[in-house]
Each structure stands twice: as C-alpha cells, then as structure tokens.
C-alpha cells in the first residue's frame, strides 16, 4: 500500500520561494515519489529522531516525517542544503 504525501504550509512557502520553475519541478516530483517509502533512493534517518527523515536532491533537501500507521508522510521543509540543517 502507497503512502500518501502531504505538503505543510511551510513546504508550500519553500516551493513557492524557489525561482527556478524547473528546479521547483524536480523537488515536488521528488517529493511525490516519497509515495513508494521505503524504496526511494536518497534517503536518510535525522539523528535524534525517531520519525524524520530527509530526502537528498542535489544541493537541496526535502525533510519529512513518516507516519506508518496511518501510512502518510508530511513534508516540512524543501530548503537548501545549508539551510536546512540550522
């Protein structure tokens, strides 16, 4: 069974800040393909929680939280790499 992906508000600001329309593109697709978790590439657990987690896309990325039993992921933020980790 797929999981279905949510974009907080936040999310939505980063995407919308994002002034290349390609590159946008490219993260919400990526974002999207978070649907078949587990088996996604570039993924990787947040240290110092049990839940989240963060999807690399080049210098960029996206973090998000996995609820399994409600098979639903929330995307947080979609931020650049030296952003994101403040």
Do not use: C
């Given at each position: 069974?797929?999981?279905?992906?949510?974009?907080?508000?936040?999310?939505?600001?980063?995407?919308?800040?994002?002034?290349?329309?390609?590159?946008?593109?490219r993260?919400?697709?990526?974002?999207?393909?978070l649907?078949?978790?587990?088996?996604?590439?570039?993924?990787?657990?947040?240290?110092?929680?049990?839940?989240?987690?963060?999807?690399?896309?080049?210098?960029?990325?996206?973090?998000f939280?996995?609820?399994?039993?409600?098979?639903?992921?929330?995307?947080?933020?979609?931020?650049?790499?030296?952003?994101?980790?403040?």
């Amino acid at each position: 069974m797929a999981y279905t992906v949510d974009l907080s508000t936040a999310a939505k600001r980063d995407l919308q800040s994002i002034g290349d329309d390609d590159l946008r593109g490219r993260l919400l697709l990526k974002a999207n393909d978070l649907q078949a978790f587990p088996d996604v590439s570039g993924l990787k657990k947040m240290e110092g929680s049990d839940t989240l987690w963060r999807r690399r896309v080049g210098n960029w990325r996206i973090t998000f939280d996995v609820m399994a039993r409600k098979k639903a992921i929330v995307v947080y933020h979609i931020k650049q790499r030296k952003e994101v980790y403040r």
